[in-house]
């Protein structure tokens, strides 16, 4: 019989699984919500009977489930499945996600970085399927990213290889969440595009929109006839643009994916990305790489997590 994957995206509120076949295809799915504020011991509990309840949904035998693949959020140590610390997760510090499900499933289990998993899902069948060597930036409440070099999977000597939203493209510039000034994430991630907006409110601008309750969608939604939201959707777009042509300056990418909340902007945003790339960027670098949206969307994660481990059930090695 084909084997059987799966995937489970670990998020702050809710726990997605999906049953995958070896050619990226999800069979069924399940979404539950995670109870991440009952802690650890009962989100790991939760998470196996997301597997068994999938399975027995699906009408599949566990025995023919041939490995679990989780993408979970923060630092973690990849090798050995634990998860460091995640600031979504009240207590997860130094949790064996990994050794932990193999005892309450008795399968072969594998962790990654929840950004990792969703550029690997990308790579493996969605927007990324076609090339060798791409990067992923995932543009909601922050800003993550995953790496694929050379089809592989790159996680940096301590798994902290692919930290895109914290590359610097303003010096000394805004605060971000993790501490530093100037990230990309402090500039381009929802969360910022609202501090900016409310900033220029303060600084005396002029808006058609309250400061009171807006959201990144209402300023994207009042930019056609906003001047205020025009400026700062365009802003975000050059943050953008600017912070992915010097990644591609490094990593001389196929493609570069974006996903996440922002994918509602639309092509037409992305357009304006795309242009501030292309102005930064050296030609040959610019003329050998392409800017696109994701394909799975919120599968991304299900997805790479999933056929992460199987291909170390194939191979023996990590993706």
């Known amino acids: 019989m084909t084997k059987r994957y799966v995937g489970i995206d670990l998020g702050g509120t809710n726990l997605k699984t999906g049953l995958v076949s070896p050619d990226g295809r999800i069979l069924g799915r399940l979404t539950t919500p995670t109870e991440a504020d009952r802690g650890p011991d009962h989100v790991l509990e939760r998470m196996a009977q997301?597997?068994?309840?999938?399975?027995?949904?699906?009408?599949?035998?566990?025995?023919?489930?041939?490995?679990?693949?989780?993408?979970?959020?923060?630092?973690?140590?990849?090798?050995?499945?634990?998860?460091?610390?995640?600031?979504?997760?009240?207590?997860?510090?130094?949790?064996?996600?990994?050794?932990?499900?193999?005892?309450?499933?008795?399968?072969?289990?594998?962790?990654?970085?929840?950004?990792?998993?969703?550029?690997?899902?990308?790579?493996?069948?969605?927007?990324?399927?076609?090339?060798?060597?791409?990067?992923?930036?995932?543009?909601?409440?922050?800003?993550?990213?995953?790496?694929?070099?050379?089809?592989?999977?790159?996680?940096?000597?301590?798994?902290?290889?692919?930290?895109?939203?914290?590359?610097?493209?303003?010096?000394?510039?805004?605060r971000c969440g993790c501490g530093a000034r100037g990230c990309l994430e402090a500039y381009a991630s929802a969360t910022a595009v609202v501090g900016r907006f409310n900033d220029a409110l303060a600084a005396g601008e002029t808006s058609g929109l309250a400061a009171a309750g807006v959201t990144c969608k209402d300023v994207f939604d009042a930019a056609p006839d906003d001047a205020l939201a025009a400026h700062i959707v365009e802003e975000t777009a050059e943050y953008l643009g600017v912070g992915i042509a010097s990644l591609m300056h490094v990593l001389n990418p196929e493609r570069v994916v974006l996903t996440g909340g922002m994918m509602a902007a639309g092509d037409a945003f992305l357009d304006r990305v795309r242009h501030h790339a292309r102005e930064t960027a050296f030609g040959s670098v610019w003329e050998a790489c392409d800017i696109r949206w994701s394909t799975l969307g919120g599968d991304a994660g299900i997805l790479g997590a999933a056929l992460a481990v199987e291909a170390f059930d194939r191979t023996g090695r990590p993706a």
């Not at 679990?68 to 949790?95: E, H, M, R």
């Open 50 to 174: 997301a597997v068994r309840d999938l399975s027995e949904q699906a009408g599949v035998e566990a025995a023919d489930i041939a490995g679990v693949g989780v993408g979970a959020p923060g630092p973690l140590d990849s090798k050995t499945g634990v998860v460091v610390f995640t600031p979504n997760l009240a207590g997860w510090t130094n949790i064996p996600v990994r050794d932990t499900l193999h005892e309450k499933l008795g399968m072969l289990v594998n962790v990654e970085n929840d950004a990792n998993a969703a550029a690997y899902g990308e790579f493996r069948c969605g927007a990324a399927k076609d090339v060798h060597t791409m990067f992923l930036l995932t543009l909601g409440t922050g800003i993550g990213g995953g790496m694929i070099l050379g089809d592989r999977l790159y996680r940096g000597a301590s798994d902290s290889g692919a930290e895109l939203g914290h590359i610097v493209v303003q010096h000394g510039g805004r």
